[in-house]
């Protein structure tokens, strides 16, 4: 089985087999990765894996899965970033539709 070298943040280079490295290509290139439990301190270690790192983790035997990002998730948005108190309105709304909800029930059931 070959070994597979990589990095920790915390413990530096450690060695592993490619059962151990998981690979996950994505659609949307930029956001391919690959992800093993750190051997040394057990932290999962996640990173960036354009195409050079794939062929090479693939041709030590990792076996890539195929992930797709929804398309909404790279649309781009446009607007102001929310906030806090955007979230509490929304927070705030959702349990006023609960009350309507609430209220629709008696009526439908009462
Ligand atoms: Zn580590």
Known sequence: ????????????????????????????????????DCPSCADEVRKPADD???SLLMSGGVRAQVWEVPAE???????????YDDLLDFALLLSHEDDIAARISEAITG
């Open 73 to 83: 998730a790279l649309e781009p948005k446009a607007g102001p970033t929310l906030t």
């Open 52 to 54: 050079h790192v794939i």
């Open 1 to 36: 089985m070959t070994t597979i070298k990589a990095s920790c943040p915390t413990c530096g280079e450690v060695e592993m087999t490619s059962n151990d490295v998981m690979l996950m290509v994505c659609n949307h290139a930029p956001l391919s990765y690959y992800a093993f």
